[in-house]
Protein backbone atom coordinates (compact mmCIF):
# COMPACT_ATOMS: atom_id res chain seq x y z
CA UNK A 1 0.00 0.00 0.00
CA UNK A 2 1.47 3.36 -0.97
CA UNK A 3 0.90 5.95 2.27
CA UNK A 4 0.38 9.14 2.38
CA UNK A 5 3.44 11.72 2.07
CA UNK A 6 3.78 14.44 4.23
CA UNK A 7 7.90 14.38 4.19
CA UNK A 8 10.49 15.31 1.93
CA UNK A 9 10.39 13.09 -0.70
CA UNK A 10 14.11 13.47 -1.68
CA UNK A 11 17.08 14.66 0.63
CA UNK A 12 16.95 18.70 1.36
CA UNK A 13 19.02 20.92 -0.56
CA UNK A 14 22.30 22.04 1.73
CA UNK A 15 21.93 25.43 0.51
CA UNK A 16 20.62 27.59 -2.32
CA UNK A 17 23.03 29.19 -4.69
CA UNK A 18 24.38 32.68 -3.98
CA UNK A 19 22.15 34.00 -7.03
CA UNK A 20 19.00 32.05 -5.54
CA UNK A 21 16.56 33.85 -3.42
CA UNK A 22 13.68 32.33 -1.81
CA UNK A 23 10.67 34.76 -1.07
CA UNK A 24 7.95 32.68 0.93
CA UNK A 25 4.27 34.51 0.70
CA UNK A 26 2.41 34.38 3.77
CA UNK A 27 -0.45 32.19 2.23
CA UNK A 28 0.15 28.66 4.36
CA UNK A 29 -2.47 26.12 4.18
CA UNK A 30 -3.08 22.60 3.62
CA UNK A 31 -2.86 23.09 -0.26
CA UNK A 32 0.27 25.28 -0.46
CA UNK A 33 2.28 24.17 2.87
CA UNK A 34 4.34 26.55 4.25
CA UNK A 35 3.01 29.09 1.32
CA UNK A 36 4.10 30.00 -2.40
CA UNK A 37 7.47 30.10 -2.86
CA UNK A 38 8.73 33.01 -5.11
CA UNK A 39 12.08 32.48 -6.51
CA UNK A 40 14.44 35.45 -7.39
CA UNK A 41 17.58 34.74 -9.93
CA UNK A 42 20.23 37.20 -10.01
CA UNK A 43 23.57 36.49 -12.15
CA UNK A 44 25.94 38.04 -10.30
CA UNK A 45 27.07 41.22 -11.86
CA UNK A 46 23.40 41.34 -13.56
CA UNK A 47 21.88 44.76 -13.72
CA UNK A 48 18.58 43.39 -13.05
CA UNK A 49 16.75 39.95 -11.47
CA UNK A 50 14.35 37.00 -12.98
CA UNK A 51 11.15 36.31 -10.62
CA UNK A 52 9.69 32.71 -10.93
CA UNK A 53 5.99 32.58 -9.66
CA UNK A 54 4.67 36.10 -8.08
CA UNK A 55 2.24 34.43 -5.73
CA UNK A 56 -0.82 35.77 -4.46
CA UNK A 57 -2.11 39.20 -4.45
CA UNK A 58 -0.46 40.21 -0.84
CA UNK A 59 0.70 43.85 -1.21
CA UNK A 60 3.63 43.20 1.32
CA UNK A 61 4.58 39.96 -0.42
CA UNK A 62 4.51 41.87 -3.53
CA UNK A 63 6.79 45.16 -2.33
CA UNK A 64 9.49 43.07 -0.87
CA UNK A 65 9.60 41.43 -4.43
CA UNK A 66 9.92 44.49 -6.04
CA UNK A 67 12.58 45.56 -3.99
CA UNK A 68 15.13 42.87 -5.00
CA UNK A 69 14.79 44.98 -7.99
CA UNK A 70 15.48 45.80 -11.20
CA UNK A 71 13.45 42.78 -11.90
CA UNK A 72 13.30 42.09 -16.16
CA UNK A 73 10.92 39.19 -16.08
CA UNK A 74 8.37 37.24 -14.60
CA UNK A 75 7.98 33.83 -15.18
CA UNK A 76 5.02 31.40 -14.40
CA UNK A 77 4.93 28.13 -13.81
CA UNK A 78 1.24 27.54 -13.85
CA UNK A 79 -2.02 29.50 -13.72
CA UNK A 80 -3.09 28.09 -10.22
CA UNK A 81 -4.30 32.14 -8.39
CA UNK A 82 -1.57 30.71 -5.76
CA UNK A 83 0.91 31.13 -8.13
CA UNK A 84 -0.12 34.08 -10.49
CA UNK A 85 -2.77 36.49 -8.96
CA UNK A 86 0.12 39.13 -7.63
CA UNK A 87 1.44 38.81 -11.47
CA UNK A 88 -0.33 42.35 -12.81
CA UNK A 89 0.22 44.41 -9.65
CA UNK A 90 3.81 43.45 -9.75
CA UNK A 91 4.25 44.37 -13.23
CA UNK A 92 2.69 47.56 -11.85
CA UNK A 93 5.32 48.15 -9.58
CA UNK A 94 8.58 46.63 -11.70
CA UNK A 95 7.95 47.41 -15.46
CA UNK A 96 8.91 43.93 -16.22
CA UNK A 97 6.59 41.55 -18.14
CA UNK A 98 4.75 38.35 -17.14
CA UNK A 99 5.34 35.38 -19.39
CA UNK A 100 3.34 31.87 -18.86
CA UNK A 101 2.78 29.11 -20.95
CA UNK A 102 -1.52 30.36 -20.33
CA UNK A 103 -1.69 32.92 -23.02
CA UNK A 104 -4.18 34.37 -19.74
CA UNK A 105 -1.86 34.43 -17.65
CA UNK A 106 0.95 36.77 -20.20
CA UNK A 107 1.00 40.36 -20.02
CA UNK A 108 3.28 42.23 -21.72
CA UNK A 109 4.60 39.59 -24.09
CA UNK A 110 4.04 36.46 -26.04
CA UNK A 111 3.58 33.13 -24.55
CA UNK A 112 6.26 30.66 -23.83
CA UNK A 113 7.50 28.19 -26.30
CA UNK A 114 10.47 26.11 -26.88
CA UNK A 115 11.36 29.39 -29.14
CA UNK A 116 10.78 32.29 -26.24
CA UNK A 117 14.08 33.78 -25.23
CA UNK A 118 13.57 33.98 -21.82
CA UNK A 119 17.16 36.11 -20.17
CA UNK A 120 20.40 36.96 -21.84
CA UNK A 121 21.90 36.93 -18.15
CA UNK A 122 20.78 33.75 -16.86
CA UNK A 123 20.67 30.19 -19.15
CA UNK A 124 17.02 29.48 -18.97
CA UNK A 125 15.66 26.47 -20.66
CA UNK A 126 11.82 26.28 -20.81
CA UNK A 127 10.92 22.68 -19.98
CA UNK A 128 7.32 21.73 -20.88
CA UNK A 129 5.77 19.41 -18.14
CA UNK A 130 1.91 19.29 -18.19
CA UNK A 131 -0.03 16.88 -15.90
CA UNK A 132 -0.80 18.88 -12.24
CA UNK A 133 -2.12 21.34 -14.84
CA UNK A 134 -2.33 21.14 -18.92
CA UNK A 135 -0.17 24.28 -18.90
CA UNK A 136 2.19 23.17 -15.97
CA UNK A 137 6.06 24.03 -17.00
CA UNK A 138 9.37 23.72 -15.42
CA UNK A 139 12.34 26.02 -15.73
CA UNK A 140 15.87 24.74 -16.12
CA UNK A 141 18.50 27.51 -15.06
CA UNK A 142 22.21 27.52 -15.45
CA UNK A 143 24.80 30.03 -13.58
CA UNK A 144 27.89 29.46 -14.31
CA UNK A 145 28.76 26.03 -13.56
CA UNK A 146 25.78 25.51 -11.13
CA UNK A 147 22.10 24.60 -12.38
CA UNK A 148 18.73 24.42 -10.55
CA UNK A 149 15.60 22.81 -12.17
CA UNK A 150 12.09 24.93 -11.02
CA UNK A 151 9.53 22.40 -10.88
CA UNK A 152 6.58 24.91 -9.65
CA UNK A 153 3.83 22.00 -8.36
CA UNK A 154 4.73 19.59 -10.70
CA UNK A 155 7.46 18.41 -7.61
CA UNK A 156 7.28 19.81 -4.46
CA UNK A 157 9.31 20.26 -1.41
CA UNK A 158 7.23 18.27 0.66
CA UNK A 159 4.60 15.26 -0.21
CA UNK A 160 2.76 14.86 -4.05
CA UNK A 161 0.85 17.05 -5.35
CA UNK A 162 -2.62 16.50 -7.21
CA UNK A 163 -3.08 16.00 -10.70
CA UNK A 164 -6.11 18.69 -11.27
CA UNK A 165 -8.69 16.98 -13.36
CA UNK A 166 -10.03 17.65 -16.23
CA UNK A 167 -7.32 20.43 -16.81
CA UNK A 168 -4.61 18.06 -15.36
CA UNK A 169 -3.84 14.62 -17.05
CA UNK A 170 -2.48 11.79 -15.57
CA UNK A 171 -0.54 10.40 -18.57
CA UNK A 172 1.02 13.86 -19.37
CA UNK A 173 2.35 13.84 -15.41
CA UNK A 174 4.23 10.55 -15.30
CA UNK A 175 5.26 11.90 -18.82
CA UNK A 176 6.75 15.04 -17.55
CA UNK A 177 8.11 12.94 -14.11
CA UNK A 178 10.00 10.84 -16.18
CA UNK A 179 11.69 13.88 -18.01
CA UNK A 180 12.66 15.23 -14.92
CA UNK A 181 13.99 12.05 -13.74
CA UNK A 182 16.63 13.07 -16.31
CA UNK A 183 17.87 15.75 -14.38
CA UNK A 184 20.23 13.61 -11.53
CA UNK A 185 22.38 15.55 -8.70
CA UNK A 186 20.24 18.97 -9.83
CA UNK A 187 18.50 20.60 -6.76
CA UNK A 188 14.93 20.75 -7.53
CA UNK A 189 13.62 24.56 -6.16
CA UNK A 190 9.78 23.66 -6.22
CA UNK A 191 6.65 26.12 -6.13
CA UNK A 192 5.81 24.83 -2.23
CA UNK A 193 7.92 23.56 0.45
CA UNK A 194 11.80 23.52 0.63
CA UNK A 195 14.20 22.95 -2.20
CA UNK A 196 15.81 19.24 -3.11
CA UNK A 197 18.94 17.96 -3.71
CA UNK A 198 18.07 16.09 -6.20
CA UNK A 199 15.11 16.37 -8.80
CA UNK A 200 15.70 13.04 -10.47
CA UNK A 201 15.14 11.41 -7.21
CA UNK A 202 12.29 13.49 -6.11
CA UNK A 203 10.93 12.23 -10.03
CA UNK A 204 11.56 8.75 -9.24
CA UNK A 205 10.14 8.63 -5.83
CA UNK A 206 7.01 10.57 -7.50
CA UNK A 207 6.50 8.06 -10.52
CA UNK A 208 6.79 4.88 -8.01
CA UNK A 209 4.18 6.69 -5.93
CA UNK A 210 1.62 7.24 -8.95
CA UNK A 211 1.80 3.67 -9.87
CA UNK A 212 1.52 1.97 -6.62
CA UNK A 213 -1.68 4.56 -6.09
CA UNK A 214 -2.80 2.95 -10.00
CA UNK A 215 -2.77 -0.38 -8.58
CA UNK A 216 -4.85 0.90 -4.90
CA UNK A 217 -7.13 2.32 -7.16
CA UNK A 218 -7.85 -1.35 -9.47
CA UNK A 219 -7.99 -3.11 -6.55
CA UNK A 220 -10.50 -0.76 -5.21
CA UNK A 221 -12.82 -0.45 -8.47
CA UNK A 222 -12.21 -4.27 -8.81
CA UNK A 223 -13.69 -4.41 -4.86
CA UNK A 224 -16.73 -2.08 -6.17
CA UNK A 225 -15.95 1.24 -5.40
CA UNK A 226 -18.60 3.34 -8.31
CA UNK A 227 -17.80 6.37 -7.57
CA UNK A 228 -14.50 8.63 -7.20
CA UNK A 229 -16.02 9.45 -4.00
CA UNK A 230 -15.89 5.40 -2.96
CA UNK A 231 -12.29 5.30 -4.65
CA UNK A 232 -11.28 8.06 -2.15
CA UNK A 233 -12.39 6.75 0.99
CA UNK A 234 -10.84 3.21 -0.08
CA UNK A 235 -7.49 4.60 -1.25
CA UNK A 236 -6.99 7.79 0.77
CA UNK A 237 -8.49 6.46 4.03
CA UNK A 238 -5.00 8.16 5.53
CA UNK A 239 -5.29 11.48 4.23
CA UNK A 240 -7.00 14.12 6.32
CA UNK A 241 -11.03 14.49 5.70
CA UNK A 242 -10.63 18.04 4.64
CA UNK A 243 -8.44 17.08 1.63
CA UNK A 244 -10.97 14.38 0.13
CA UNK A 245 -12.13 16.96 -2.18
CA UNK A 246 -8.42 17.74 -3.63
CA UNK A 247 -7.81 13.86 -3.74
CA UNK A 248 -10.81 13.32 -5.84
CA UNK A 249 -9.21 15.54 -8.60
CA UNK A 250 -6.44 12.68 -8.73
CA UNK A 251 -8.83 9.94 -8.19
CA UNK A 252 -11.01 10.90 -11.74
CA UNK A 253 -7.44 11.49 -13.60
CA UNK A 254 -6.41 8.00 -11.95
CA UNK A 255 -9.99 6.64 -13.31
CA UNK A 256 -10.01 8.79 -16.78
CA UNK A 257 -6.12 6.81 -17.47
CA UNK A 258 -7.38 3.43 -16.58
CA UNK A 259 -10.60 3.87 -19.02
CA UNK A 260 -12.73 3.63 -16.24
CA UNK A 261 -15.65 6.14 -16.39
CA UNK A 262 -15.86 8.27 -13.71
CA UNK A 263 -19.23 8.88 -13.38
CA UNK A 264 -22.00 7.40 -11.16
CA UNK A 265 -21.29 4.23 -12.36
CA UNK A 266 -17.59 2.74 -12.61
CA UNK A 267 -16.93 -1.00 -14.27
CA UNK A 268 -13.89 -2.81 -12.87
CA UNK A 269 -10.70 -2.59 -14.80
CA UNK A 270 -9.39 -6.27 -14.43
CA UNK A 271 -7.66 -6.87 -17.42
CA UNK A 272 -7.08 -3.34 -18.50
CA UNK A 273 -3.61 -2.26 -20.26
CA UNK A 274 -1.72 0.07 -17.71
CA UNK A 275 0.01 2.44 -20.41
Known amino acids: MSGHVTGAVAALAGELPAWVSLLRAPNPGPMTLDGTNTWVLRAPDADHA?????????????????????????????????????????????????????????????PLSAETTLDDTLGIRLLNTPGHTADSVCFLIECGDERVVLTGDTILGRGTTVVAHPDGNLGDYLGSLELLSAYTGI????????????????????????????????????????TPADVVAAVYADVDRSLWWAAEWSVRAQLEYLGVDSGESAPGVSGLEHT
Open 187 to 226: AALPGHGPALADCAAAAEFYLAHRRARLDQVRSAVDAGAR
Open 50 to 110: VVVDPGPADEGHLRRIAEHGPIGLILITHGHPDHTEGAARLRELVGAPVLAADPAHTIGGT
